[in-house]
Nanobody, 118 residues
Framework: QVRLVESGGGLVQAGGSLRLSCAAS????????MGWHRQAPGKQRELVAA???????NYADSVKGRFTISRDNAMNTVYLQMNSLKPEDTAVYYC????????????WGQGTQVTVSS
């Protein structure tokens, strides 16, 4: 099993920055892809950014050029640097992990709230 713990959320003004962290423990050898998802009130959860163990990344169009996902394999931690934040980025952000050979995110963190004020 994989355990994921997020940190770094909070309240920030529009145009500001935050960095989220996700620490993984447990069966970390089984993890290939790690991703950040978010869910705003009344909306479906969406994938924001993902990174494979080899460093390949992909981003939602809405965050390209503003958010950067990175991964420290030695520390078993994935980060999401969020710059130029907008009120529409307000959501609960979740870290998730997908195992080798799977496209399904089977392990999830508890989520961290990000609120961007206008």
């Amino acid at each position: 099993q994989v355990r994921l713990v997020e940190s770094g959320g909070g309240l920030v003004q529009a145009g500001g920055s935050l960095r989220l962290s996700c620490a993984a423990s447990g069966s970390i050898f089984s993890i290939n892809t790690m991703g950040w998802h978010r869910q705003a009130p009344g909306k479906q959860r969406e994938l924001v950014a993902a990174i494979t163990s080899r460093g390949t990344t992909n981003y939602a169009d809405s965050v390209k050029g503003r958010f950067t996902i990175s991964r420290d394999n030695a520390m078993n931690t994935v980060y999401l640097q969020m710059n130029s934040l907008k009120p529409e980025d307000t959501a609960v952000y979740y870290c998730a992990a997908a195992q080798w050979g799977s496209n399904i995110y089977g392990s999830w963190g508890q989520g961290t709230q990000v609120t961007v004020s206008s």
